[in-house]
Nanobody, 116 residues
Framework: VQFVESGGGLVQPGGSLRLSCAASGFTFSSYYMDWYRQAPGKERELVATISGAGSITHYIDSVKGRFTISRDGAKNTVYLQMNSLKPEDTAVYYC??????????WGQGTQVTVSS
């Protein structure tokens, strides 16, 4: 199982980024996919989740209305569209499939920095 995240970068407050995560090694469409983030000195936190069919999504309160999670089964890829970015969104972002067994390793993540 492998996760390869991309799309991060430096953006000004109020800007947008679209993160991508290419997943492999398991039946992608059968599993929920999550986006997590970890800011310096903080615990990794779940940001958004999407069901295998893409019909169910959940977000933490701090990103509701600003972030959108989606997936493309043909490409085995999950996305995180991030709008109206704030400095507190600065973190390394990871995708993950928490129900795959055995639990897979984490990818390298992609750095998002929101700063003027």
């Amino acid at each position: 199982v492998q996760f390869v995240e991309s799309g991060g970068g430096l953006v000004q407050p109020g800007g947008s980024l679209r993160l991508s995560c290419a997943a492999s090694g398991f039946t992608f469409s059968s599993y929920y996919m999550d986006w997590y983030r970890q800011a310096p000195g903080k615990e990794r936190e779940l940001v958004a989740t999407i069901s295998g069919a893409g019909s169910i999504t959940h977000y933490i309160d701090s990103v509701k209305g600003r972030f959108t999670i989606s997936r493309d089964g043909a490409k085995n890829t999950v996305y995180l569209q991030m709008n109206s970015l704030k400095p507190e969104d600065t973190a390394v972002y990871y995708c993950y499939a928490p129900r795959v067994e055995p639990l897979p390793s984490w990818g390298q993540g992609t750095q998002v920095t929101v700063s003027s």
